[in-house]
């Protein structure tokens, strides 16, 4: 994904910054230059890159800060803090209540992910126990509603569709009337796309949105479209009400920051972002966390979201109280590690979890790195027999040659890949110090903990 690259260099402009003796209006311009830089090579909109540093150069005034200020953390949290306005357009969109009837349409170009994005959208819900049901209101692509209709049965979700009326609009009210009578709370229409935006595409979703009224209008977008996407999704607002954006592909070679522009154009958020062609490959999409996560600093909330689907929170209160007092153990690392295999899309959990992104899991990569964090643990289980202490050491000093021999020798492994193990760990351990001191928190209490991480 080019995003990660994006952050990869706007935290290298940070890092660079702080490597500077004196941080002084030379250092900062040519930070917020190599930003501004790495920002429109993602296809951010110009404007949109301009205001921030505007903003920036407002909000650190170096004149003004006293000696004793951390500059690089002013700097960084000013950075911080305006991608995040940048993706946030300040007003929630509305959200669906379970029980309640809402009808939500789908709106996008041909091609864009829509008709997968629908299903994914229905299938989130289901999961959460919501009753929705799937409308294929798109008779113009061939295929369309066989396709609908595929991954609905897959994923059990009613659907409505017609293969001889070439009324999107009747089938549209007709499949909305029958799912309200079936007390369906989350009745999806999915709309025709163009290749291109044509006035026919959008006087047609126009009347789709008058006959079925819906609460909310999802505009959905591929996040390669680059530069293209501020004119695209102004359009699609300007002709129906869109209250919410879904960017999908995020998993590809996107360069991602047309999600921004999205964003700035429909003054909407960007609720869930697609990241593969799975119906789970569908995550939520919060403003804090993911800034977080581009600048590579983790986002712990996401992470222990996850981790509760496996492991409930009141059986990790060990892993908790440990990581409070900077405490990363070999045990730590193997349990976590459990977890992890458990998790499912493993890419998906891993880049929420400070250092295991990049490093140990490359992108496209996910089989490889599933199998190397077997071969750990299988030195690691090996290790159990050298005795419990040595797991829940912190100190790898007490790993001598000869322990490093016998774990080899017990898990099959050359002696290389147990001093690799060693220095993941040691690595691992070094990342999850920094959160020494955290608040332990409480069931629900999640976000607070990526607050205290951003902090
Ligand atoms: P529509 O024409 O907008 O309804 O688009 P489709 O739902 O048919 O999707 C077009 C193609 O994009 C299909 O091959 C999908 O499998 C693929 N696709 C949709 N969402 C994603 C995603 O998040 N990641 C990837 N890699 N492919 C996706």
Redesign the pocket.
Do not use: I, N, P
């Given at each position: 994904m080019v995003l990660a690259q994006l952050g990869g260099s706007i935290s290298r402009a940070i890092q660079q910054m702080s490597n500077a003796t004196i941080i002084d209006e030379k250092a900062l311009n040519e930070c917020l230059n190599e930003i501004t830089r790495a920002l429109l090579q993602a296809d951010v909109q110009f404007k949109l890159v301009k205001d921030m540093q505007t903003n920036i150069k407002k909000i650190v005034n170096l004149d003004d800060l006293a000696a004793g200020h951390n500059k690089r953390r002013i700097i960084q949290q000013a950075i911080f803090n305006e991608l995040c306005k940048m993706l946030d357009p300040g007003k929630p969109s509305f959200t669906p209540k379970k029980g309640k009837t809402s009808v939500v349409m789908f709106v996008?170009?041909?091609?864009?992910?829509?008709?997968?994005?629908c299903t994914k959208y229905a299938y989130y819900h289901q999961k959460k126990g919501w009753k929705p049901a799937l409308v294929c209101a798109?008779t113009f692509?061939a295929g369309?509603f066989d396709?609908l209709k595929q991954n609905a049965t897959k994923a059990k979700i009613p659907f409505y569709g017609s293969y001889m009326e070439s009324d999107p609009v009747k089938i549209a009210e007709e499949g909305v009337e029958r799912f309200k009578k079936e007390n369906c709370d989350l009745i999806i229409v999915?709309t025709s796309?163009r290749h291109k935006q044509e006035a026919a595409l959008f006087e047609e979703m126009r009347q789709v949105s008058e006959a079925t009224k819906p609460d909310l209008v999802i505009f959905?977008m591929d996040s390669s479209i680059g530069q293209a996407a501020f004119d695209q999704a102004q359009a699609f607002k300007q002709s129906v009400s869109v209250g919410a954006v879904i960017i999908?592909?995020?998993?590809?070679h996107a360069r991602g920051g047309g999600a921004l522009s999205a964003v700035a154009a429909t003054k909407s958020p960007v609720i869930f972002i697609?990241?593969?062609?799975h119906m789970d490959?569908f995550e939520v999409f919060d403003v804090k966390p993911f800034v977080s996560r581009l600048l590579g600093m983790g986002d712990l909330s996401g992470f222990m979201d996850k981790i509760q689907e496996v492991v409930p929170m009141d059986q990790q209160p060990e892993l908790l109280q440990m990581l409070s007092e900077g405490t990363f153990t070999l045990r730590i690392m193997y349990e976590q590690f459990q977890n992890l295999l458990k998790m499912g899309p493993i890419g998906q959990v891993f880049s929420m979890l400070p250092g295991f992104s990049s490093e140990l899991m490359p992108k496209g990569r996910e089989k490889e790195s599933q199998a190397k964090i077997k071969r750990y643990m299988t030195m690691m289980d090996s290790m159990t027999n050298e005795g419990k202490w040595q797991l829940d050491s912190t100190n790898p000093k007490l790993m001598n040659e000869s322990r490093v021999m016998r774990i080899a020798r017990g898990s099959g492994r050359p002696v290389r890949d147990v001093m690799e193990m060693l220095d993941e760990y040691k690595r691992l351990a070094k990342v999850w110090s920094k959160m020494k001191g955290l608040k332990i928190p409480k069931k629900g209490e999640m976000s607070a903990l990526s607050r205290n991480m951003n902090a």
């Open positions: 996008g170009l041909q091609g864009s992910g829509k008709t997968t994005t798109d692509r369309a396709q999915d796309g959905v999908t592909k995020m998993d590809g697609g990241t593969g062609e490959e």
